[in-house]
């Protein structure tokens, strides 16, 4: 049973690209968090979604920032136009109840 | 709202044993849970604990808790050089799924 996948696992974006994130979740779990790590900071609730729906997206920006969980496939954590505040590690967890588990994390550098 | 602390650094020899600690603010938290990071790697789920339980032990681990005191330790014995790491407490609460707040991190080092 392969972990949680993210791809790609750096990647570097100029100011005003899109990036795109992709998270596959462990086989059988259908709950996908997605958390900002700041340099020298923890790490922050972004969104959480199920198959096809947002449950709770307190944590996201409301500009630029996006997320999906579509019935087939990864998901995805779109940002629009990225700034150079957007460089951090972004992690995906999945969970089938009590136990989190994470992905390696995409490392976004803007320049 | 929800917050988490913890102690920006920690040194210790190998085979002595490592207490990290961490305070919370959430009287509504159902799980306690610590995570270990490497460099450059993800979160690796090292173990957790109901509310409602004051000390969960798994191998090297020990969990405490004080809910009247909202206040958490992971006590890692005999520890190995293997053991550097950030460790990060986090914490849930039965209403919000598993979304998680984290602590800010605490940085393990372990000196021969």
């Known amino acids: 049973n392969a972990g949680v996948m993210q791809n790609p696992r750096h990647l570097v974006r100029r100011r005003g690209q899109e990036a795109r994130l992709r998270c596959s979740p462990m086989?059988?779990?259908?709950?996908v968090y997605w958390y900002r790590q700041l340099p020298e900071e923890g790490l922050k609730f972004m969104v959480y979604?199920?198959?096809?729906?947002?449950?709770?997206e307190s944590g996201m920006p409301k500009e630029r920032f996006s997320a999906e969980f579509p019935k087939e496939g990864p998901s995805i954590l779109r940002i629009q136009q990225v700034v150079r505040g957007d460089s951090a590690a972004y992690f995906c967890?999945?969970?089938?109840?009590?136990?989190?588990?994470f992905g390696q994390g995409t490392r976004l550098t803007v320049v | 709202g929800e917050d988490v602390e913890q102690s920006l650094f920690l040194s210790v020899r190998e085979g002595d044993s490592s207490v990290i600690n961490c305070t919370y603010t959430d009287s509504s938290s159902t799980y306690l849970y610590w995570y270990k990071q490497e460099p450059g790697a993800g979160l690796q789920l090292l173990t957790y604990i109901f509310s409602n339980m004051d000390m969960k032990q798994d191998q090297r681990l020990t969990v405490l808790l004080n809910k009247k005191d909202k206040h958490l330790s992971l006590r890692i014995a005999d520890t190995q050089t293997g053991d550097s790491a950030i460790y990060f407490c986090a914490e849930s609460y039965g209403g919000g799924g598993n979304k998680l707040t984290f602590g800010t991190g605490t940085q393990l080092k372990v000196e021969l």
């Open positions: 979604l199920q198959k096809e729906n947002i449950i709770d």
């Open positions: 967890a999945s969970s089938p109840d009590r136990e989190a588990f």
């Open positions: 086989k059988g779990h259908s709950h």
